[in-house]
């Protein structure tokens, strides 16, 4: 008789196609942009690294658990670059990550505060709210502003006192994470359409949502540049203006173009906070 470990083998699973599974661009994005706000703030070098494995933890279970949730759709429309939908990682290993960051990001966000850790979890729960539910509705931009617009409130009210973010912060956090949503679907609106997603950005069409996503995000760094009292710096409107010009030359383009254009500009509202602080 075969030894059991002969007759139930272990399936291999490849690190570097779950690794891509998750997202990683958006999650590492996010990531930075909470620790550079948790920096800021002057949570210090303990806390800043517990706010970013706790957003980390959260960013990865949204990713595979989107993955997870396309997975049907991403077969039907042949998507050679989603390595769940080719088979080259099995949807157990993925739903068992999902499951797995998720579980992890509890006590990791708690650990900030409970006040912080309700905040932070509520925005992890709107992002799985968007895969499971609300990615093909009128409100799928909402996860995306609620998820971004409480992540300056996980940072503030794990301070002492748990104040909030001043209502600049979170707004512009807010007008990041929708401008996000519509630069990122842009590239797949058709097959969107074609598997019966009808989010907004499939309802508005792709020049619609493209220059809404521009919009948004140039509002985001405009409320970083102009809601924090005192004057703005000659450095503070030229930043302003690079983003605007980045937004310009990719809102059109094809491809990721536009959803890269939005990466530039966290980058610049990163830059805007270490600035001045996050207030």
């Keep these: 008789m075969p030894a059991p470990s002969s007759a139930f083998p272990l399936p291999t699973v490849p690190v570097a196609g779950l690794l891509r599974a998750c997202h990683p661009l958006p999650a590492a994005a996010v990531t930075l942009f909470a620790a550079v706000l948790a920096a800021a703030a002057g949570r210090g070098p303990a806390g800043t690294a517990l706010t970013a494995a706790a957003v980390a933890a959260g960013q990865l279970s949204v990713g595979w658990c989107n993955d997870r949730a396309d997975l049907r759709r991403d077969r039907a429309s042949g998507r050679r670059d989603k390595p769940l939908a080719t088979g080259r990682v099995p949807a157990a290993a993925v739903t068992a990550a999902a499951v797995t960051a998720l ?23 709107a992002g799985w709210a968007y895969n499971l539910r609300l990615k093909g509705t009128a409100a799928s931009w909402l996860p995306y502003a609620l998820a971004f ?8 009210l794990g301070l002492p006192g748990a104040p909030w973010p001043p209502p600049w912060l979170t707004g512009a956090a807010a007008l990041l994470g929708a401008g996000a949503h519509f630069a990122n679907v842009l590239p797949d609106i058709a097959d969107d359409l074609a598997t019966g997603v009808r989010g907004l950005p499939q309802r508005l069409g792709a020049r ?17 540049l102009l809601g924090p009292p005192g004057r703005v710096t000659p450095y503070g409107w030229t930043l302003l203006a690079l983003t605007g010009a980045v937004l310009a030359a990719t809102a059109g383009a094809p491809g990721r173009a536009p959803f890269l254009g939005v990466m530039a500009v966290a980058a610049a509202d990163v830059l805007l906070i270490l600035g001045h602080g996050a207030g």
């Design 103 to 125: 579980v992890l990001c509890v006590p990791l966000s708690l650990a900030v505060g409970p006040a912080a850790g309700a905040a932070h979890l509520a925005g992890v729960a």
């Design 208 to 224: 619609a949502s493209a220059r809404l996503a521009a919009l948004l995000v140039l509002g985001s760094a405009a409320l970083l």
């Design 149 to 156: 617009g409480l992540l300056p409130a996980f940072v503030t």
